[in-house]
């Protein structure tokens, strides 16, 4: 089956640098990468996705990117904002159309 | 729309007694899902359904069980609660080749 693997397990930032976060995956097959920000007490939400006929997809700040030959894809956020803190997940679809998760990144954005 | 709609949003059973949580979706998707996430942990899969009478097992199946009668409905069930299955858990449904939509979460205490 399908291995994830997100890295990293936490990251910190200072307010308006820059964060990014990626997910390695295993199953050749996967053609459906989304991103999802998970917030304090709540469900994750999508916040941007790509498939794997596209190398890169911007939506304002946010970004991913998709390397297909190394089977890897990662998730940029520019200019930070305190409501950027979050837990950010990857979820790859396999062969079985199934999102297998990462385990998670948290992110801190410093004052 | 109400999207994904978990009843209920809590509850604290005794050891050994048992519950039923309820997702219901209304967005005529085929898949659902049950997760729970423990503090400061990912999604682990429990069970999940790829259509109306099906379903299957997830990650961490054991000591729970789950029916869909209807398609719009993925019930989840603890037959015998133990204080180890105290979590939080998400219900989720999607298209076959699209992101999930979750629900906004049961918090579970068992005592």
């Known amino acids: 089956g399908e291995n994830v693997e997100q890295h990293p397990s936490t990251l910190s930032v200072q307010e308006g640098d820059s964060a990014v976060i990626k997910c390695t995956y295993s199953?050749?097959?996967?053609?459906?990468f989304p991103w999802y920000k998970q917030e304090l007490g709540k469900g994750p939400q999508l916040i941007i996705d790509i498939r794997s006929n596209v190398g890169e997809k911007k939506d304002q700040r946010i970004a991913v990117t998709l390397n297909k030959t190394a089977k890897h894809f990662s998730l940029h956020i520019t200019e930070t904002q305190p409501e950027d803190s979050a837990v950010y997940f990857c979820a790859p679809m396999d062969s079985n159309y199934q999102l297998i998760w990462g385990a998670g990144t948290k992110l801190i954005i410093k004052p | 729309n109400a999207g994904v709609t978990q009843t209920p949003k809590f509850r604290v059973l005794k050891t050994g007694q048992s519950m039923t949580l309820l997702c219901a979706q209304d967005?005529?998707?085929?898949?659902m899902y049950w997760y729970r996430q423990d503090p400061g942990m990912g999604l682990r899969l429990i069970h999940y359904s790829v259509g109306e009478g099906t379903t299957a097992k997830g990650e961490v199946p054991d000591g729970y069980n789950v029916s869909r009668l209807k398609k719009q409905n993925f019930l989840l069930g603890l037959e015998s609660a133990a204080p180890s299955q105290t979590s939080v858990y998400f219900c989720?449904?999607?298209?076959?080749?699209?992101?999930?939509?979750f629900g906004q979460g049961t918090r579970l205490t068992v005592v």
């Open positions: 199953d050749s097959a996967s053609n459906y």
């Open positions: 967005m005529n998707h085929e898949y």
């Open positions: 989720a449904s999607r298209l076959m080749n699209t992101e999930a939509f």
